[in-house]
């Protein structure tokens, strides 16, 4: 069974930083390309980012692009967003799931719901 947590997050002042980490039970993350999503209140789910077979980033939203880079630690499992001036419209609740160079999120996941409960990210004006 799949199982995973997102971590990492909480209340931060307009242009500060934090680092998010993702961990899983049940996938193998070296297996896809992960990425991560992020979901406000009252608003539909987007792709933040997508990291490659590189280990690193590779597709970003526009709105996070030169701000938020992405990054995996091969072999261990692990996944981390570090995310660079943060704005308020950056607050979501921020989770990790295969995705694709389009941002969509991949490997059937929502079929199955492996969605971890998230992590909340605040940012203060």
């Known amino acids: 069974q799949v199982q995973v947590v997102e971590s990492g997050g909480g209340l931060v002042q307009a242009g500060g930083s934090l680092r998010l980490s993702c961990t899983a039970s049940?996938?193998?993350?070296?297996?896809?390309?992960m990425g991560w999503f992020r979901q406000a209140p009252g608003k539909e789910r987007e792709g933040v980012l997508c990291i490659g077979w590189s280990g690193t980033s590779e597709y970003y939203s526009s709105s996070v692009k030169g701000r938020f880079t992405g990054s995996r630690e091969k072999g261990k499992n692990t996944l981390y967003l570090q995310m660079n001036s943060l704005k308020p419209e950056d607050t979501a609740m921020y989770f990790c799931a295969p995705c694709t160079p389009r941002l969509r999120v991949g490997a059937n996941w929502d079929r199955n719901n492996y969605w971890g409960p998230g992590t909340q990210v605040t940012v203060s004006s």
């Open positions: 049940g996938l193998t993350f070296d297996d896809y390309l």
